[in-house]
Every structure is written in structure tokens, then in C-alpha cells.
């Protein structure tokens, strides 16, 4: 018995009839829900929610069964169809005004065993969390909807029904909505019975669609086809015209042969219509066509896409995205949707995967395959933060809600976009977040400028678009075009074996990062010297970018260890020199825990360009002319302290094994007995602030070493650190990034 019922529908409703008074409600309704996600969409009135009622036995069934994993329910109470296994989210919601949202729950909690507790709801709605004793009345319409929603799921169905769960919401939660429905469909625990008038939420969560008709199952048809077949929404849901009554089931009756219907040739671009353009209600009238038509969508043509269902299946925000790689093309398509999809094209016809990405600011809705409101959700303080009125606030918001996203996906093989500085502002600190060899292309106006600010650390590649990125001419056409085939290609030799072949070249080992200046090119050289049996040295300019690099492979798990030789960059942060650190400088270490051997390399100078340049506070100290493009300026003793102090208290923060070298001799070429830069006494203020901040350990030690940093000697105490620290590791095969 228990296994029939394991192996039956989670919902079997055969001949169902309802009256209300002589009224017949519901006809002869015929529907079976096997398993997952199901959406039944109808016009006001058609009989959705008396189908919700009868179900949950809260009208009385005139004729007809309904079964939940075989059991007949038919004329039970609602209390014992609940015990059974039945959740209901009811249309409007139905909260307590006077209970808090906590004991709200409580109430709902055990009913049933299961996974559902008080604290995952508040693990999956952290906003219930911080509104956990507000009452019912006071919570915003969101806010009850995820009461609704969490009531129901604390009574650990098997089977859910919600009725109408988006009405009245506001398009962000709209989408988070949705987002849960997908996600309680994929985790397999419940089936969800969703009655729906959102035409685009019901198509996204459910392959098949019912179609409710003056109170029958009018017919199933596929969601995909349903969302783009606007000519079909008006004869089965009655957008500007009267609904007809087509006993039509596009579902294969067992025993009949499945024949696939004709997919329509369509030479030209596709209109997609939205039968309700703005979110309806029980009174909503019919929506003129005109309006239809002005809020209709295009999709290019020539591109095989993946349906609906299974791309938002394929994305879920609470876990990465997994699957075959894809290319992501992303940008503002309220303003460059043409340029991007004809970027987007053209990649999909050289057989790599694409998806298209919005990243706009204005709210507008756009055809894409990830939305600007699903990549809202990604910001701390949600699309709130993101569609606001202060334009620049919005595109920093957006930019850190794209990061977030694209960290959390695991198949991107690269990523695309194109568009003025704000475009390139919004992809950019995603695209940094990516590791290094994902290529990233940015194709802008401002690319024949300064980058610095967009590419940072990242191997990002920017494109001079020559002419704006507004419309497709002559111009456009061949910049944009040799973009998407350049990121085509460089997926394509990377997918192909490119990364293989580049980690042959180092012979399987594993890498080591070491920074560097110009006044520490000798130690260096001494240590790679050492080192390259064993290691895959990778050295790093201290020019500001060059940290930020090494930690950026660090942060993507691409390095073993370091030796921070060259900290310079310490110098240019607080005195205000041209080659800084960001306030995250030994971050990514403290974050990873990788053995770490550091050093004070060129901590004796600020760099600045051209002598006129430096600011007129430093007039009269010492400097070094190096060339006509850069001067050097002797750090003083209070200076030192001050950097030894912030060193110091940042190497306290590493819990890793950690050895930091202190060369007495000097900090750099320039600072050796007989040189420009030679300061016994700022050096010693240098080495005692360390000591007196830095908690030595076991783990965490300062060595004294009586030679000059590019001395072998020192180099040789360098390498010999490394190898304590690290052992023989570097003989080990380095894993597959």
C-alpha cells in the first residue's frame, strides 16, 4: 500500500463538479499533477479558485474525486486534508492582523514532520527574520506573501496549492517568488499546484500550462509555446477577444502516439505579447490589444535557445549554476538591446551556448534570458537598492548585484559586453571577480582612454568601439562583430584544451607568487633561480595593479603560496604616491591562509611622476630622479613607523604560517651604504614598529637577516623560509583548477 501510493500522481482530480447554488462552478474537471511544479491559468471568474476550495474541502464537490498519492480526499474536512499531506497558500493571503510573523509560524509548525522548520523559514526569508515581531497588518504585501508562503510550507506537505501567490506584488518579488517555486520543485520533497494569472511567471515555473475555460480544463499546452504565441493567448485567455472553447489537450493520451505539432517557419524577428502588460486582479478588464502591441518584445532569430523552463530551472540564487560552459553577453539592454543581441548572434552561430544578461537600471522589462530584476535579487539590500532615482547609486548598486551573481555561477566560459561607461562600470567588477584565463571582453567608448579603473588586476580586454555603441551601422557592425568572434575564439581555444596545454608549460607545478620593483630585480632574479625546479614562479610589478593581481590569483585558488618580497605599495596608500595598494592589501592572505613569506621591499620610497607633480606638502625632502616620467621620494622615520604599524597589524590577522624577513642592510638597491636613499635610522623604525605590533607565534615570526634585501644571503634566508614553510610541496602535481 505504502508503495502505491509512493508511485502515485500527487494529484489526480477526475470529473470534478462544484454548484454554487444553481450556479455549475466547476464541469466535469480533469486534471492529473504527477509531480514538480503545475500551473493552471484563466481569466477572472473561470474557476481557479474554486478549484483551490474544492481540493482543499472547503466547498462542498457535487461529483467527481480527487486523489493525493492515491488516497481519495473526495468530502473530507479541511483539518483531516491537511493532516494528510495538503498545504494551502490561499488567494489574499489570509494573515491574523494581531499575531506577530513569529507566532504565526509557531502555529503553523508541527503539524507534520519534516524539513521544514521555523529556523529554515527564516534561513530562506531572512526579511521574516528581521520582521519576526511585527504583526500581520504591518508587514508590507511581500512580506505577507512570504508568511503565506512559509505558513504552509511548516506544515511539511506533499502536495502545496497556492492560489494566486503573485497577485499584487511588486516586480522584484515577483521574481523571488518564482525563484522559490522553481527551487521547491527541483528539491523533490513537494508538488505545487500553482493557480496563476501571470502569464510569465505560470510559463516559467511549469512545463505544461492548464488552461481554465468557464470552469473546464479547456486544454494543456506546453509553457514555451504558450509565452510565445501571442495569436494563442488570445483565443484560449480571451486578451481582446471573447474565449473559445477548444477541447484541445496537447498532452499524449496513453496508448496514442505522440506526433510533434509544427513549429511555423519565422524568417523574421519574433514578437513576443504579454497578455496582461501590468499584474492583473480579480476586477481587471480585458486589456485593449493596443496596449499589447506597445508593450510586446522582439527576440532575434537564428539562434537556438534553450526553452524557458529550463533555463530558469538551470538558475537557481541559492545555489551556483552548474551545466555545459555558456558565453555571457551582458549590458543595458533598455538601450543596447539590439547591439547585444546582434553580438549575442553571432556567437550563438559559431556553436558555443550564450544566455543574455540585463543589467539595466530603469526597471523597463526586456527579453533576455537573466533579467535586471533576477540579478537585483543579488544585492544585499535587494531591487530596492538597485531601481532607485539616483542614477549613480543605481549603477554601483547593479554593479555589486552583477558580481554577486556571476560568483555564483560555476559554467561561465566568458563574458562579453558592450556600451558607454556605464556599461563598462556595471560588467567590470564582475568581470574582476571572474578567475584569470575566463576571457572577458568590454567593447566601449572609452577604451582609447584611460582603463585602469575597469580592467584593475583582471586579464580584461577592451575594445575600442570607435564609433558609439548606438545602433547598428558600418561601423558598429565590424567592431561588434570582430568582438563576438574574438570572444568566441578565445572560448573556443580555451575549451578546447588551451588551459591544458598552458599548465603543460609549466610542468604540472605548482605556482608561487612573488611581487617585485625595480630596486628588488636582483633578489628576485636569486629566488626564482632557486625556486623553478620546484615551482612555477609568476612575479608581479608593485606598481598598485601588481598586488592586486597576485591577490586576485590567491583569492582564485591559483597560487600555493607567496613571498611578498616587494611591499612598496604600502607606501604609495598613506603618503599618497601614484603606485597604491587598495585598503585590502594582504586581504586575499588572510582570507586563504596560504604560507606567506614577506618582506619590506622598497618600503624607502613614494613614487611620484614628474618633479613638478609631487604635491607641495613634500617640498624640500629627498628625492630620487629614476627618469624624466618618475621620482622617488626617501620615506622618514615617522613614516616607517606608521607603515610598520599597518603591516603589522594586518599580519597579526593571518592565520596561516607566516615569516616575515627584515633586511638590515636595507630595504632596497637605492637604500645600501653609499646610495641615494640610505637611512639607518628610518629603517630602524621600520624593523622596532613591527616588532612591537606583530604577535609572534609559532606560526607567525620576524627574522632579523644582517644584509641588504638584494644581497644572495638574503635571498638565500628567503628561499630557505619558503621551503620550511612549505615543505617539498612544490613536487606535488598541481590539482585542475
Same mark, same amino acid.
Given at each position: 500500500?505504502?508503495?502505491?501510493?509512493?508511485?502515485?500522481?500527487?494529484?489526480?482530480?477526475?470529473?470534478?463538479?462544484?454548484?454554487?447554488?444553481?450556479?455549475?462552478?466547476?464541469?466535469?474537471?480533469?486534471?492529473?499533477?504527477?509531480?514538480?511544479?503545475?500551473?493552471?491559468?484563466?481569466?477572472?471568474?473561470?474557476?481557479?479558485?474554486?478549484?483551490?476550495?474544492?481540493?482543499?474541502?472547503?466547498?462542498?464537490?457535487?461529483?467527481?474525486?480527487?486523489?493525493?498519492?492515491?488516497?481519495?480526499?473526495?468530502?473530507?474536512?479541511?483539518?483531516?486534508?491537511?493532516?494528510?499531506?495538503?498545504?494551502?497558500?490561499?488567494?489574499?493571503?489570509?494573515?491574523?492582523?494581531?499575531?506577530?510573523?513569529?507566532?504565526?509560524?509557531?502555529?503553523?509548525?508541527?503539524?507534520?514532520?519534516?524539513?521544514?522548520?521555523?529556523?529554515?523559514?527564516?534561513?530562506?526569508?531572512?526579511?521574516?527574520?528581521?520582521?519576526?515581531?511585527?504583526?500581520?497588518?504591518?508587514?508590507?504585501?511581500?512580506?505577507?506573501?512570504?508568511?503565506?508562503?512559509?505558513?504552509?510550507?511548516?506544515?511539511?506537505?506533499?502536495?502545496?496549492?497556492?492560489?494566486?501567490?503573485?497577485?499584487?506584488?511588486?516586480?522584484?518579488?515577483?521574481?523571488?517568488?518564482?525563484?522559490?517555486?522553481?527551487?521547491?520543485?527541483?528539491?523533490?520533497?513537494?508538488?505545487?499546484?500553482?493557480?496563476?494569472?501571470?502569464?510569465?511567471?505560470?510559463?516559467?515555473?511549469?512545463?505544461?500550462?492548464?488552461?481554465?475555460?468557464?470552469?473546464?480544463?479547456?486544454?494543456?499546452?506546453?509553457?514555451?509555446?504558450?509565452?510565445?504565441?501571442?495569436?494563442?493567448?488570445?483565443?484560449?485567455?480571451?486578451?481582446?477577444?471573447?474565449?473559445?472553447?477548444?477541447?484541445?489537450?496537447?498532452?499524449?493520451?496513453?496508448?496514442?502516439?505522440?506526433?510533434?505539432?509544427?513549429?511555423?517557419?519565422?524568417?523574421?524577428?519574433?514578437?513576443?505579447?504579454?497578455?496582461?502588460?501590468?499584474?492583473?486582479?480579480?476586477?481587471?478588464?480585458?486589456?485593449?490589444?493596443?496596449?499589447?502591441?506597445?508593450?510586446?518584445?522582439?527576440?532575434?532569430?537564428?539562434?537556438?535557445?534553450?526553452?524557458?523552463?529550463?533555463?530558469?530551472?538551470?538558475?537557481?540564487?541559492?545555489?551556483?549554476?552548474?551545466?555545459?560552459?555558456?558565453?555571457?553577453?551582458?549590458?543595458?539592454?533598455?538601450?543596447?538591446?539590439?547591439?547585444?543581441?546582434?553580438?549575442?548572434?553571432?556567437?550563438?552561430?559559431?556553436?558555443?551556448?550564450?544566455?543574455?544578461?540585463?543589467?539595466?537600471?530603469?526597471?523597463?522589462?526586456?527579453?533576455?534570458?537573466?533579467?535586471?530584476?533576477?540579478?537585483?535579487?543579488?544585492?544585499?539590500?535587494?531591487?530596492?537598492?538597485?531601481?532607485?532615482?539616483?542614477?549613480?547609486?543605481?549603477?554601483?548598486?547593479?554593479?555589486?548585484?552583477?558580481?554577486?551573481?556571476?560568483?555564483?555561477?560555476?559554467?561561465?566560459?566568458? !563574458?562579453?559586453?558592450?556600451?558607454?561607461? %556605464?556599461? *563598462?562600470?556595471?560588467? $567590470?567588477? &564582475?568581470?574582476?571577480? @571572474?578567475? #584569470? +584565463?575566463?576571457?572577458?571582453?568590454?567593447?566601449?567608448?572609452?577604451?582609447?582612454?584611460?582603463?585602469?579603473?575597469?580592467?584593475?588586476?583582471?586579464?580584461?580586454?577592451?575594445?575600442?568601439?570607435?564609433?558609439?555603441?548606438?545602433?547598428?551601422?558600418?561601423?558598429?557592425?565590424?567592431?561588434?562583430?570582430?568582438?563576438?568572434?574574438?570572444?568566441?575564439?578565445? !572560448?573556443?581555444?580555451?575549451?578546447?584544451? %588551451?588551459? *591544458?596545454?598552458?599548465? $603543460?608549460? &609549466?610542468?604540472?607545478? @605548482?605556482? #608561487? +607568487?612573488?611581487?617585485?620593483?625595480?630596486?628588488?630585480?636582483?633578489?628576485?632574479?636569486?629566488?626564482?633561480?632557486?625556486?623553478?625546479?620546484?615551482?612555477?614562479?609568476?612575479?608581479?610589478?608593485?606598481?598598485?595593479?601588481?598586488?592586486?593581481?597576485?591577490?586576485?590569483?590567491?583569492?582564485?585558488?591559483?597560487?600555493?603560496?607567496?613571498?611578498?618580497?616587494?611591499?612598496?605599495?604600502?607606501?604609495?596608500?598613506?603618503?599618497?604616491?601614484?603606485?597604491?595598494?587598495?585598503?585590502?592589501?594582504?586581504?586575499?592572505?588572510?582570507?586563504?591562509?596560504?604560507?606567506?613569506?614577506?618582506?619590506?621591499?622598497?618600503?624607502?620610497?613614494?613614487?611620484?611622476?614628474?618633479?613638478?607633480?609631487?604635491?607641495?606638502?613634500?617640498?624640500?625632502?629627498?628625492?630620487?630622479?629614476?627618469?624624466?616620467?618618475?621620482?622617488?621620494?626617501?620615506?622618514?622615520?615617522?613614516?616607517?613607523?606608521?607603515?610598520?604599524?599597518?603591516?603589522?597589524?594586518?599580519?597579526?590577522?593571518?592565520?596561516?604560517?607566516?615569516?616575515?624577513?627584515?633586511?638590515?642592510?636595507?630595504?632596497?638597491?637605492?637604500?645600501?651604504?653609499?646610495?641615494?636613499?640610505?637611512?639607518?635610522?628610518?629603517?630602524?623604525?621600520?624593523?622596532?614598529?613591527?616588532?612591537?605590533?606583530?604577535?609572534?607565534?609559532?606560526?607567525?615570526?620576524?627574522?632579523?637577516?644582517?644584509?641588504?634585501?638584494?644581497?644572495?644571503?638574503?635571498?638565500?634566508?628567503?628561499?630557505?623560509?619558503?621551503?620550511?614553510?612549505?615543505?617539498?610541496?612544490?613536487?606535488?602535481?598541481?590539482?585542475?583548477?
Amino acid at each position: 500500500m505504502n508503495e502505491a501510493r509512493r508511485t502515485s500522481a500527487a494529484l489526480e482530480v477526475r470529473g470534478l463538479d462544484v454548484y454554487y447554488g444553481h450556479s455549475h462552478a466547476l464541469q466535469g474537471v480533469d486534471l492529473t499533477l504527477e509531480s514538480g511544479v503545475f500551473s493552471v491559468v484563466g481569466r477572472n471568474g473561470m474557476g481557479k479558485t474554486t478549484l483551490c476550495k474544492a481540493i482543499m474541502g472547503l466547498v462542498a464537490v457535487s461529483g467527481g474525486s480527487i486523489r493525493v498519492r492515491g488516497e481519495d480526499i473526495t468530502r473530507r474536512p479541511p483539518a483531516q486534508i491537511a493532516r494528510l499531506g495538503v498545504g494551502y497558500v490561499p488567494q489574499g493571503r489570509r494573515l491574523w492582523r494581531s499575531l506577530s510573523v513569529d507566532e504565526h509560524l509557531q502555529l503553523a509548525g508541527g503539524l507534520r514532520p519534516g524539513a521544514w522548520t521555523v529556523e529554515r523559514i527564516y534561513e530562506t526569508f531572512p526579511r521574516l527574520a528581521e520582521r519576526r515581531d511585527h504583526g500581520g497588518g504591518q508587514l508590507s504585501g511581500g512580506e505577507q506573501q512570504m508568511l503565506a508562503i512559509s505558513r504552509a510550507l511548516l506544515t511539511n506537505p506533499q502536495l502545496l496549492i497556492m492560489d494566486e501567490p503573485t497577485e499584487g506584488l511588486a516586480p522584484v518579488i515577483v521574481a523571488q517568488v518564482e525563484e522559490m517555486l522553481l527551487r521547491l520543485g527541483e528539491d523533490g520533497d513537494m508538488s505545487v499546484l500553482v493557480i496563476e494569472q501571470n502569464i510569465g511567471v505560470a510559463t516559467a515555473i511549469s512545463r505544461n500550462v492548464a488552461i481554465m475555460v468557464n470552469g473546464r480544463i479547456n486544454r494543456i499546452i506546453d509553457s514555451a509555446r504558450l509565452a510565445a504565441d501571442r495569436e494563442l493567448q488570445q483565443r484560449l485567455l480571451g486578451v481582446g477577444l471573447h474565449a473559445e472553447l477548444e477541447p484541445e489537450i496537447d498532452v499524449a493520451t496513453p496508448g496514442a502516439e505522440a506526433k510533434p505539432a509544427p513549429v511555423p517557419r519565422r524568417d523574421g524577428p519574433i514578437r513576443i505579447y504579454i497578455s496582461n502588460p501590468t499584474l492583473p486582479t480579480r476586477w481587471s478588464q480585458p486589456v485593449p490589444i493596443a496596449r499589447i502591441e506597445a508593450a510586446a518584445r522582439t527576440l532575434s532569430t537564428q539562434v537556438a535557445r534553450l526553452d524557458e523552463t529550463t533555463r530558469r530551472k538551470r538558475e537557481s540564487t541559492a545555489a551556483q549554476a552548474s551545466g555545459p560552459p555558456v558565453v555571457l553577453v551582458v549590458g543595458t539592454l533598455d538601450t543596447k538591446g539590439q547591439e547585444l543581441r546582434f553580438i549575442r548572434d553571432i556567437i550563438a552561430e559559431s556553436g558555443l551556448r550564450t544566455r543574455l544578461v540585463d543589467v539595466s537600471t530603469s526597471g523597463k522589462h526586456s527579453s533576455c534570458d537573466v533579467s535586471a530584476q533576477e540579478i537585483a535579487l543579488n544585492h544585499g539590500r535587494g531591487g530596492s537598492a538597485v531601481f532607485g532615482p539616483d542614477r549613480g547609486a543605481a549603477v554601483t548598486a547593479m554593479a555589486d548585484a552583477f558580481a554577486n551573481w556571476l560568483r555564483r555561477q560555476g559554467n561561465v566560459a566568458g !563574458v562579453i559586453s558592450a556600451g558607454g561607461s %556605464g556599461a *563598462a562600470s556595471l560588467v $567590470a567588477p &564582475g568581470m574582476r571577480s @571572474l578567475p #584569470v +584565463g575566463v576571457p572577458k571582453l568590454i567593447i566601449s567608448s572609452v577604451a582609447s582612454g584611460d582603463v585602469g579603473p575597469y580592467v584593475g588586476p583582471a586579464d580584461i580586454t577592451m575594445m575600442y568601439s570607435v564609433a558609439d555603441v548606438q545602433g547598428l551601422n558600418a561601423i558598429t557592425r565590424a567592431v561588434l562583430a570582430n568582438g563576438a568572434n574574438a570572444i568566441a575564439g578565445m !572560448v573556443k581555444a580555451r575549451l578546447e584544451g %588551451g588551459e *591544458a596545454k598552458e599548465r $603543460a608549460a &609549466g610542468a604540472g607545478l @605548482l605556482s #608561487v +607568487g612573488i611581487t617585485m620593483f625595480g630596486v628588488t630585480t636582483p633578489a628576485v632574479q636569486k629566488i626564482t633561480a632557486e625556486l623553478r625546479d620546484d615551482f612555477e614562479c609568476l612575479v608581479f610589478h608593485a606598481t598598485g595593479v601588481g598586488g592586486r593581481s597576485m591577490e586576485k590569483l590567491v583569492e582564485s585558488g591559483q597560487l600555493a603560496g607567496v613571498i611578498d618580497l616587494t611591499t612598496t605599495e604600502i607606501c604609495d596608500l598613506l603618503m599618497g604616491g601614484v603606485f597604491p595598494a587598495t585598503e585590502d592589501r594582504f586581504g586575499a592572505i588572510i582570507r586563504s591562509r596560504l604560507p606567506y613569506v614577506g618582506s619590506v621591499g622598497a618600503l624607502d620610497m613614494v613614487n611620484f611622476g614628474a618633479p613638478e607633480t609631487i604635491p607641495d606638502r613634500y617640498r624640500g625632502r629627498k628625492f630620487h630622479v629614476h627618469n624624466p616620467q618618475v621620482t622617488l621620494m626617501r620615506t622618514t622615520v615617522e613614516e616607517n613607523e606608521r607603515m610598520g604599524r599597518w603591516i603589522g597589524e594586518r599580519l597579526n590577522q593571518m592565520d596561516g604560517p607566516v615569516r616575515f624577513l627584515l633586511p638590515e642592510g636595507g630595504v632596497s638597491a637605492l637604500d645600501a651604504r653609499g646610495q641615494p636613499f640610505w637611512d639607518p635610522d628610518a629603517d630602524a623604525a621600520l624593523f622596532r614598529t613591527l616588532e612591537r605590533t606583530v604577535r609572534q607565534t609559532g606560526n607567525r615570526q620576524l627574522i632579523r637577516i644582517p644584509k641588504n634585501i638584494n644581497d644572495p644571503d638574503f635571498a638565500a634566508a628567503i628561499v630557505s623560509a619558503f621551503r620550511t614553510l612549505f615543505g617539498r610541496a612544490g613536487t606535488r602535481r598541481r590539482v585542475a583548477r
